[in-house]
């Protein structure tokens, strides 16, 4: 959806309603697009190695081969 600079100042509230249910909206200046309206999304926070450290098990056989599924892909069969 493209509206112009006047008409999304009168219709804020409804254009940011449409934003929220996924529709785009470019307020056009003069005709051209100057600004996309866009919904908020929060700050991330930063990732923090280490979070699971001690609560992840991996088998002691974790990193054999499993002939079986290696040559099903090198097509040894």
């Known amino acids: 959806m493209k509206v112009n600079m ?4 009168s219709n804020l509230s409804k254009l940011g309603e449409k ?3 996924g529709e785009r ?3 056009a200046k003069a005709g051209k697009p ?3 309206l866009v919904p908020h999304k929060g ?3 930063p ?4 979070r699971f450290k001690g609560q992840i098990k991996l088998a002691a056989d974790f990193n054999e081969e499993i002939k079986e ?4 892909f090198e097509g040894d069969e």
């Not at 990732?47 to 280490?50: C, E, I, S, Y």
Request: glycine share 8%; proline share 4%.
């Open 69 to 72: 599924v290696t040559s099903g």
């Open 34 to 36: 100057y600004l996309d």
């Open 47 to 50: 990732r923090k190695p280490g």
């Open 6 to 9: 006047h008409e999304a100042k």
């Open 25 to 27: 909206v470019v307020i």
């Open 19 to 21: 934003v929220w249910q």
């Open 43 to 45: 700050e991330l926070k």
